[in-house]
């Protein structure tokens, strides 16, 4: 009997939490462009997937996990250009910047995870292949996958000791892990827990997200407003991804420092997160949109603001170094976007969950701070000593270098299982 009670209270959970979505869309601002999407699904799904085409889905929470499966979907596209692809995000901030992503022929939120919700969606779309990355591990969605036998893979994926599948009560949630066809993971110790409870078809193919970063930099956007602003200086930062948190560790020492020139791409920028933002530079900060327009004012200013989407990647090889937000909260941002330009890192202390910061601090291409006093003397030492800056440089894009390859391991599989099914 408890086998029943499990799946049933899961789906009323999820259920419960939809409910939870559409009431909080009348005042939260992401939540209502949660709901207004999830409203619109089966009428795009209806509009945009033919009965006679070939569909892989790929499903992402948000716009960390789309960069992991970005690689996947542009090699496929290139190889096999007549099968057509879905993309599906959980999350707003996913969804809302890459809904005209062209490397997808249908995008748009993945329906909750009901009974109903599945068999709708995958009445529809009828998918030959299900790609789910990192951690998007939904119950009834890999019931019904297997329950059709749709191959089924997990990549990208990584595993720690305290995740609930490796827990006395995790028996129901190992069971979901059992219905991945395989599952790619990022290093040996996630492929060791998995065998732990049983499950022997993991493939070690480490972060997709590291080919990404270098078909970036392979192709990366002359930026002539950012090249104009840093030339001649005599160290320049680049803050990415930056929150408040982040601020109040690095800004009082840039203060101190006007021949350090700094690039701040801040995670949100509102019109009253940017004019504070500017307000707490004593040399003059600028923002990317007024320097578009007028050249002249960055020769005054000590900062500069990218106040848009779509530079981040780029912009990082402007840098001699690179301050990486977010783990002095929730969580760290990506690294690799800027140690593949060799640009030595730093980052707050919340960054134990990612496998790249650990082992890049563990070679001295990245360093972790927990306070104001640990950032300056970090940064001083980048100012005052240019060859151990460019050391920790060099380390940092080897690394990303040596850590290359795993969409080619993963899709490889993929197309094998593809050219089965025909």
Same mark, same amino acid.
């Given at each position: 009997?408890?086998?029943?009670?499990? +799946?049933?209270?899961?789906?009323?959970? %999820?259920?419960?939490?939809?409910?939870?979505?559409?009431?909080?869309?009348?005042?939260?601002?992401?939540?209502?462009?949660?709901?207004?999407?999830?409203?619109?699904?089966?009428?795009?799904?209806?509009?945009?997937?033919?009965?006679? =085409?070939?569909?892989?889905?790929?499903?992402?929470?948000?716009?960390?996990?789309?960069?992991?499966?970005?690689?996947?979907?542009?090699?496929?596209?290139?190889?096999?250009? =007549?099968?057509?692809?879905?993309?599906?995000?959980?999350?707003?901030?996913?969804?809302?910047?890459?809904?005209?992503?062209?490397?997808?022929?249908?995008?748009?939120?993945?329906?909750?995870?009901?009974?109903?919700?599945?068999r709708k969606f995958l009445d529809i779309v009828n998918p030959e292949v299900a790609v789910f990355i990192k951690y998007e591990i939904?119950?009834?969605?890999?019931?019904?996958?297997?329950?059709?036998?749709?191959?089924?893979?997990? !990549?990208?994926?990584?595993?720690?000791?305290?995740?609930?599948?490796?827990? +006395?009560?995790?028996?129901?949630?190992?069971?979901?892990?059992?219905?991945?066809?395989?599952?790619? !993971?990022?290093?040996?110790?996630?492929?060791?827990?998995?065998?732990?409870?049983?499950?022997?078809?993991?493939?070690?193919?480490?972060?997709?997200?590291?080919?990404?970063?270098? &078909?970036?930099?392979?192709?990366?956007? &002359?930026?002539?407003?950012?090249?104009?602003?840093?030339?001649?200086?005599?160290? !320049?930062?680049?803050?990415?991804?930056?929150?408040?948190?982040?601020?109040?560790?690095?800004?009082?020492?840039?203060?101190?420092?006007?021949? !350090?020139?700094?690039?701040?791409? +801040?995670?949100?920028?509102?019109?009253?997160?940017?004019?504070?933002?500017?307000?707490?530079?004593?040399?003059?900060?600028?923002?990317?949109?007024?320097?578009?327009?007028?050249?002249?004012?960055?020769?005054?200013?000590?900062?500069?603001?990218?106040?848009?989407?779509?530079?981040?990647?780029?912009?990082?090889?402007?840098?001699?170094?690179?301050? %990486?937000?977010?783990?002095?909260?929730?969580?760290?941002?990506?690294?690799?976007?800027?140690?593949?330009?060799?640009?030595?890192?730093?980052?707050?202390?919340?960054?134990?969950?990612?496998?790249?910061a650990v082992e890049l601090t563990e070679l001295g291409g990245a360093t972790s701070i927990a306070s104001r006093e640990e950032f300056?003397?970090?940064?001083?030492?980048?100012?005052?000593? +240019?060859?151990?800056?460019?050391?920790?440089?060099?380390?940092?894009?080897?690394?990303?270098?040596?850590?290359?390859?795993?969409? =080619?391991?993963?899709?490889?599989? %993929?197309?094998?299982?593809?050219?089965?099914?025909?």
């Amino acid at each position: 009997m408890i086998r029943f009670i499990e +799946p049933a209270l899961y789906s009323a959970g %999820i259920a419960l939490y939809a409910g939870g979505v559409r009431i909080a869309a009348l005042s939260n601002p992401k939540a209502k462009l949660m709901s207004e999407g999830h409203e619109r699904i089966f009428s795009v799904l209806k509009d945009n997937i033919s009965p006679s =085409e070939r569909y892989i889905w790929f499903h992402a929470a948000s716009l960390g996990e789309f960069e992991q499966g970005r690689p996947l979907m542009e090699r496929l596209r290139v190889i096999h250009p =007549e099968l057509k692809i879905i993309l599906t995000f959980f999350s707003p901030s996913g969804y809302e910047v890459r809904k005209n992503y062209e490397g997808a022929d249908v995008i748009c939120y993945l329906p909750f995870d009901t009974p109903g919700n599945v068999r709708k969606f995958l009445d529809i779309v009828n998918p030959e292949v299900a790609v789910f990355i990192k951690y998007e591990i939904w119950r009834n969605y890999l019931h019904e996958l297997t329950r059709r036998k749709i191959p089924t893979y997990l !990549v990208s994926a990584i595993f720690r000791p305290n995740q609930i599948f490796f827990k +006395p009560l995790g028996k129901q949630y190992r069971k979901w892990l059992h219905l991945f066809d395989k599952i790619f !993971v990022q290093d040996e110790r996630s492929r060791r827990l998995l065998s732990g409870i049983g499950y022997e078809k993991a493939v070690i193919s480490g972060d997709t997200r590291f080919d990404r970063v270098l &078909e970036i930099s392979e192709a990366k956007k &002359e930026i002539p407003e950012l090249r104009n602003f840093t030339e001649g200086a005599q160290m !320049v930062m680049m803050a990415g991804s930056s929150w408040e948190k982040d601020e109040e560790i690095y800004i009082p020492w840039i203060n101190k420092h006007p021949e !350090v020139k700094l690039v701040i791409a +801040p995670h949100e920028f509102d019109e009253e997160r940017l004019q504070k933002l500017r307000n707490r530079f004593i040399h003059g900060a600028v923002l990317f949109s007024e320097a578009r327009s007028n050249a002249d004012c960055l020769r005054d200013s000590q900062v500069l603001i990218i106040d848009c989407f779509g530079l981040l990647s780029s912009a990082y090889t402007y840098c001699d170094v690179a301050y %990486i937000g977010g783990a002095f909260g929730a969580g760290l941002h990506n690294i690799n976007e800027a140690a593949v330009y060799g640009v030595p890192v730093v980052f707050g202390p919340k960054f134990d969950k990612f496998l790249e910061a650990v082992e890049l601090t563990e070679l001295g291409g990245a360093t972790s701070i927990a306070s104001r006093e640990e950032f300056e003397a970090f940064a001083n030492k980048m100012l005052n000593n +240019p060859g151990e800056r460019k050391k920790a440089g060099e380390i940092a894009c080897n690394y990303i270098r040596r850590k290359a390859g795993a969409s =080619e391991i993963i899709l490889n599989d %993929i197309l094998q299982k593809i050219r089965k099914l025909h």
